[in-house]
């Protein structure tokens, strides 16, 4: 069965820190693409970064340049992704998600919920 | 960045009838556009893409057809379980970008 769990979400304050992780099984994680996709309550969805199978080529919106970094552990099965100086309009559950290429894979996880708030 | 726009926003229906979804690009996306359904408190769950191929599992009622910037996804007869929230998504280029969503909603 194929699995996507992600954790890591947390209340953290204004300018605070936070890493994710989603933990990839039941398919060949290092074969595929992985994005961050985030939903904020009551909002649309918006996705946040991208990286290739092997890592070489990563992308981030705009709203999380310079701020966010993406990376995987082929050898885990897990991806991640480090959000510094958080801001309130960071808060938002958080999917991870494989894609082949950018064309989308069709696994999902459940989400964690970071809220950034004082 | 290429805006996706959906209409209607929300659709009122009834069980058995048709429902038609309309999404829009501002370039071309030539055929790579997915369709996600979403219910509440739930992940996204791919149903399309390359606009028209329907993902392993998903009932041939939901059937996606277009390219260039004009898609459409329709739902040949509204089950109970299909009344949700449905987002188009471009995967032409960086960055992927989602449209704003149409409700499906029981009449």
């Known amino acids: 069965e194929v699995q996507l769990v992600e954790s890591g979400g947390m209340l953290v304050q204004p300018g605070g820190s936070l890493r994710l992780s989603c933990e990839a099984s039941?398919?060949?994680?290092?074969?595929?693409?992985m994005k961050w996709v985030r939903q904020a309550p009551g909002k649309g969805l918006e996705c946040v970064s991208y990286i290739s199978s092997g890592g070489g080529t990563i992308y981030y919106a705009d709203s999380v340049k310079g701020r966010f970094t993406i990376s995987r552990d082929n050898a885990k099965n897990s991806l991640f992704l480090q959000m510094n100086a958080l801001r309130g309009e960071d808060t938002a559950v958080y999917y991870c998600a494989s894609l082949r290429g950018l064309q989308p894979h069709g696994f999902w996880g459940q989400g964690t919920l970071v809220t950034v708030s004082s | 960045e290429i805006v996706m726009t959906q209409s209607p926003a929300t659709l009122s229906a009834s069980p058995g009838e048709r429902a038609t979804l309309s999404c829009r690009a501002t370039?071309?996306?030539?055929?790579?556009l997915a369709w996600y359904q979403q219910k509440p408190g739930q992940a996204p769950r791919l149903l399309i893409y390359?606009?028209?191929t329907r993902v392993t599992g998903i009932p041939v009622r939901f059937s996606g057809s277009g390219s260039g910037t004009d898609f459409t996804l329709t739902i040949s007869s509204l089950q109970s379980e299909d009344f949700a929230l449905y987002y188009c998504q471009q995967y032409n280029i960086w960055p992927l970008t989602f449209g704003g969503g149409t409700t499906v909603e029981i009449k």
């Open positions: 390359a606009a028209s």
């Open positions: 370039q071309d996306v030539t055929s790579n």
């Open positions: 039941g398919f060949s994680f290092r074969n595929y693409a």
